[in-house]
């Protein structure tokens, strides 16, 4: 069992940087893909960005590339999202997700299966 509690969100210009971070409960918080999702105000819930249980492999949402940045510290088991260059359109709901053991890296995380999830944060980007 994972227990998933995101912190570091709040409200940010645009242009402006945020971190996120999703503390893990769990012995074998190592050995888990871990990933963040969005929801904004009447849309589904959006991948964002997954890495690996090594850290060495990520994945990245188009809309997300080149300004966010996903990190991980197993030691800490802590997983990051770093946001720069936040864009009104960045304001969401945003949720750490952790993959079962065992389960495969795959070159599309965002249709995997997440099985465990945080209660969000709330990012709100003022234009």
């Known amino acids: 069992q994972v227990q998933l509690v995101e912190s570091g969100g709040g409200l940010v210009q645009a242009g402006g940087s945020l971190r996120l971070s999703c503390a893990a409960s769990?012995?074998?918080?190592?050995?888990?893909?871990m990933g963040w999702f969005r929801q904004a105000p009447g849309k589904e819930r959006e991948f964002v960005a997954a890495?690996?249980?090594?850290?060495?492999?990520?994945s990245y949402a188009d809309s997300v590339k080149g300004r966010f940045t996903i990190s991980r510290d197993n030691a800490k088991n802590t997983v990051y999202l770093q946001m720069n260059s936040l864009k009104s359109e960045d304001t969401a709901i945003y949720y750490c997700?952790?993959?079962?053991?065992?389960?495969?890296?795959?070159?599309?995380?965002?249709?995997?299966?997440?099985?465990?999830w945080g209660q969000g944060t709330q990012v709100t980007v003022s234009s």
């Open positions: 997700t952790a993959t079962s053991y065992g389960t495969n890296w795959s070159r599309d995380m965002s249709r995997i299966k997440y099985d465990y």
């Open positions: 769990g012995r074998t918080f190592s050995r888990y893909h």
């Open positions: 890495i690996s249980w090594t850290g060495g492999s990520s």
